[in-house]
């Protein structure tokens, strides 16, 4: 709730095209429906859990109210399944992953990173795939492109995340070839992140496209995005929705989405959010098959 609360107070908001736009409405696959696990089919209802706004994915707009890409997939999800799917929000993501494990949660639709330490007790249904990249001013004036020119300029980096640590490891590349040290400015969150390069306190923030596509998207013109389709220090990303290891709703899950994907639902949906450059063509079990970076 913090981070939408000061997103918002930045001026950031869900744009009017956005909301207009309609998602396909889901007829009630009965068969998908007859393979969910007895009890949510007696309750009629699963509660997925998240920990807070992640736009454009998740953005937490009351104790069971969402709105994003997710919460759009969630309904679709729903629908095609005959159930409702409500949503809870709970502190990080160890509550999250615990709360699912307990049983109190069924699910997590995300997305959540997808890494082979976190399949050895969870399942993840991927659906998306993420990059590392830079919001820089608009025209890029300092020409940050990519890691290697990076070096003597001041780097956003949210606190303690994979992107900080790829930083650092490229401010010792820097010096080690008699370049300035990247100056490494760490956040707590991403609205201050991006904030410091609106007001060109830091020359560019480094992390997650998806959410910097939001960011600069709502940044009236101000911001623009670079080093797409590049690896920046990372391997592949993948990121989906949790449930618990080797569950048999994992299996109905992916068969949702696999419909979604075919029927065009998921493509609708990430073309609303402006996420294609995230989309994958298909989803899949636990994709992460290595170390992302």
Known sequence: MKKIALALALGLSVSLAQ?????????VD???H???PP???KAGRMISVNNGSFPPY???EGPSSMSGASADLTE???QLLGIKIEHATVSGLSGVLAGIKSGRYQLAIGPIGDYPERQQKNDFIDFVQEFVVFAVQKGNPLQINDLESTCGKRIAVMAGGWAEQVIRRQSDVCTGAGKPAVVIQSFADQPSSILAVRSKRSDAFFSSQAP???FVDQANGQLELTGQGKKNGFGDIFQGTVVPKDAALGKVVLAGYQKLFANGTYAAIMKKWKLEGNALTAPGINLAKGAAK
């Open 19 to 27: 909301a207009a736009e309609a998602i396909p409405v889901q007829k």
């Open 30 to 32: 009965q068969a998908l």
């Open 34 to 36: 007859d393979r969910l």
């Open 39 to 41: 009890d949510i089919q």
């Open 58 to 60: 998740e953005i937490v």
């Open 76 to 78: 679709a999800l729903a």
């Open 212 to 214: 910097l596509v939001w």
